[in-house]
């Protein structure tokens, strides 16, 4: 479907619900898609009819990952997430968190990784209130876009030190 305004997603999920599809709704940075990313997001994907993903924009991403983040422009991120075929729309969000998203959306299926206890989701009273379920799907060790970036460094420096 593609990159989507508010108003555009408010739009889609009236008509979707109103069909009697189920919405899920998941929100991350997404910086460089790893197989911990794909595995999630087809899983989350499999437990309703359609998949919105709330995508930190570039300005929110530096602020929650520090400098020289993100790797990819959110124009990037959106595409790449998009390539996937379980991931049906993108919306690009601004704030802190994906709170004011979450209460336009109001998603029947909340879902987040692993790393995330359900009392730590951002949106879930919201969820919850209309009826609806959070998930926290289970996390895939071993896969980290701040480990990835990391290791991606440390081999950068290895190369050099040895080339010296």
Request: with cysteine.
């Amino acid at each position: 479907m593609g990159v989507l305004t508010r108003i555009e997603v408010k739009s889609k999920v009236e008509a979707l619900k109103a069909a009697g599809k189920k919405i899920v709704f998941t929100n991350g940075c997404f910086d460089i898609i790893h197989q911990g990313h794909t595995t999630y997001l087809s899983v989350a994907r499999a437990s309703g009819d359609f998949l919105i993903i709330g995508l930190n924009s570039d300005t929110s991403v530096s602020q929650l990952k520090g400098p020289g983040r993100p790797v990819n422009a959110e124009a990037r991120r959106a595409a790449n997430l998009l390539a996937l075929s379980y991931v049906d729309a993108v919306i690009i969000f601004s704030e802190e968190t994906p709170k004011k998203l979450i209460d336009e959306i109001r998603p029947h299926i909340l879902v987040k990784g692993g790393d995330y206890d359900v009392n730590q989701v951002v949106g879930a009273d919201r969820v919850r209130a209309d009826g609806g379920e959070v998930v926290i799907l289970p996390f895939v060790p071993g896969f980290s876009t701040t480990k990835t970036i990391e290791n991606q460094v440390q081999k950068g420096l290895t190369e050099e030190e040895t080339s010296n």
